[in-house]
């Protein structure tokens, strides 16, 4: 039984001009001990579905439809939920993420910078969401927060410190720290590298990488750099405009891209391997999620688009064990049958 399990998750905004179809439709899988990329534009919906895992969506947001399982139970979904009024639905959703949430499951927000409360230390927000999860002395979070420090590599000196004292290097590892806080069976890092220059993010991944060795943490990275992903996963999930366009193992999606936005995606990135070429950039811009294009959401940006891809949505197909796309031509690209079309 997988750990994570989101099924046709749709996630939209009720705003003036009606409704933002941020997530719409997103499928994926999440083993225990496994880290899966979560990588698109901005704007794609990967922050959206890590909030809609977590159950931290602002008030105009509803999962209107699909189901999220955490290890074996239904948290999004549920028959019970969907027959709720908006107001009960609050309370039922609080109740049964009181227990999961940073206990089960932890978020690494984006932006370190601005997650922390700036009047509070930083040991004590810490010790505020070990204290609000067990049943343990202020004495006892606090040594726990000291073995935290020293996990993540800060100092301890620095516990008392508040988070304008902190550099951004070390923000972030204070964010990881009280991730890890509680032990949870799943962390979900949006763009924790943010902000840093890439010493600093090569560090930081580094440590992510020996802490879910040592503790056996699941762990989703969010993040719009697909370098990022490639240093610490073993899956990619990569989304445009609310839908998933690519979807498997990280070595075969990155060996053989077969979705014609995974391959602009890729090629606009520059390598030290190789011979040098121009990078490539995807023309035009993502489209309107409140008022989106029919069929395949990427056909008028796309080289390969016909037809069918202003009529008809793409399903997610497997093009290999372990590797899913949803483009009519997965296949022909897959094959290197498809030739551009403008």
């Not at 009024?85 to 039922?92: D, E, G, V």
């Not at 202020?138 to 927060?145: E, I, S």
Request: charged content about 25%; proline content about 5%; aromatic content about 6%.
């Amino acid at each position: 039984m997988a750990l994570l399990e989101v099924q046709d998750l749709k996630v939209y905004f009720d705003i003036v001009r009606g409704q933002v179809k941020a997530v719409d439709g997103v499928t994926f899988k999440l083993e225990k001990g496994e880290t899966m990329g979560l990588v698109g534009e901005s704007g794609c919906g990967k922050t959206t579905a890590a909030f809609a895992i977590t159950r931290l969506l602002p008030d105009n947001g509803d999962i209107v439809g699909g189901t999220i399982t955490f290890d074996g139970r239904i948290i999004a979904g549920s028959e019970e939920e969907r027959s709720l009024t908006k107001r009960k639905k609050a309370k039922y959703v609080d109740q049964i993420m009181r227990e999961i949430r940073w206990d089960e499951i932890s978020l690494i927000f984006q932006s370190a910078m601005n997650a922390f409360n700036p009047v509070h230390k930083v040991g004590d927000q810490i010790a505020e969401a070990i204290l609000a999860h067990e049943d343990i002395s202020k004495q006892d979070a606090r040594k726990r927060v000291v073995e935290l420090f020293k996990l993540v590599g800060l100092d301890v000196g620095r516990i008392d410190a508040y988070p304008h004292e902190y550099s951004g290097g070390m923000r972030q590892r204070a964010m990881i720290a009280m991730a890890l806080a509680c032990n949870p069976q799943l962390i979900i890092a949006d763009e924790p590298t943010t902000a840093l220059d890439v010493i600093m993010q090569d560090r930081v991944l580094a440590e992510i990488r020996d802490l879910q060795r040592k503790l056996g943490m699941a762990m989703i990275i969010i993040t719009h750099d697909i370098s990022v992903v490639a240093e610490v996963a073993k899956k990619i999930a990569i989304m445009y405009a609310g839908r998933l366009m690519e979807y498997g193992d990280i070595t075969a999606i990155f060996e053989r891209p077969s979705n014609p936005y995974s391959i602009g995606l890729m090629a606009s990135f520059p390598s030290i391997i190789g011979e040098k070429k121009p990078l490539y950039s995807i023309p035009g811009s993502p489209p309107d999620l409140a008022n989106p294009p029919s069929g395949c959401r990427f056909h008028p940006r796309c080289k390969y688009a016909k037809s069918i891809c202003k009529e008809e949505n793409p399903e997610l197909t497997e093009v290999e064990p372990n590797h899913h796309s949803a483009c009519h031509f997965a296949l022909e690209i897959f094959n290197g049958q498809l030739s551009e079309v403008n």
